[in-house]
């Protein structure tokens, strides 16, 4: 074979080389989440950091305190739960929504959420959640920074998909739903440290 004849074979295949290569489709340029984590590891670091500061308070409030005993009496173990809510309830007078939940964590939470499970399965947890265990409709609740937890509302479960999610607490602190609310809830002392109002809306 001649070296023309070579030259022109190899030109012929750089051009079919190049046609392919220009109509392939291009692909898209590769998503950079590196701002978003880095967000979330600092929204999750300073939400951390505020709830060891109030499990800090906690403790030194509740250390003068007598422990809960076992035993049937009812007003005898309720009475040490509220001088614990008292003196944290004083030092916290000024509390407030967002005081721990901020607005940073507040977003982390809703991806959280929206991660933990799909939208059908988050409307049949609130279905359930809906209704007492006698099948007795909820009546709504009334959130309240530093207030007890609502009388009429049950301590129900909350999804380990969603705690797996979320930053772990304290002993002293759970994570809590309460209509469409995710509240921090101190159970030592039944008080709501603080809530994320609207974190589970429809269509989560």
């Known amino acids: 074979m001649s070296t023309m004849h070579t030259t022109a074979i190899a030109a012929m295949l750089l051009t079919a080389a190049g046609s392919v290569g220009a109509q392939a489709p291009s692909l898209p340029p590769p998503v950079d989440n590196t701002a978003a984590i880095l967000q979330d590891i600092v929204a999750t670091q300073a939400f951390e950091e505020r ?37 944290i309830q004083r030092v916290r007078a000024n509390a407030g929504p967002g005081d721990i939940i901020t607005a940073d964590v507040a977003r982390l939470f809703r991806r959280s959420i929206r ?46 998909q969603l705690l797996r999610m979320l930053p772990p607490l304290p002993v002293e602190l759970q994570y809590r739903i309460v209509g469409r609310s995710l509240v921090l809830w101190d159970h030592h002392a039944n008080l709501i440290v603080d809530f994320l109002a609207g974190a589970f809306v429809s269509g989560t």
């Open 51 to 87: 709830v060891t500061q109030y499990a800090n308070l906690h403790r030194l409030l509740e250390g003068p305190l007598p422990p809960l005993r076992v035993t049937t009496n009812v007003a005898a173990n309720r009475a040490p739960v509220k001088a614990l809510a008292l003196r």
């Open 115 to 160: 991660r933990a499970l799909p939208p059908e399965q988050w409307a049949a947890v609130f279905e359930e959640l809906a209704t007492d265990e006698e099948g007795t409709p909820v009546a709504h609740a009334v959130l309240r920074v530093n207030s007890e937890w609502p009388a009429h509302v049950p301590f129900d479960f909350v999804p380990p």
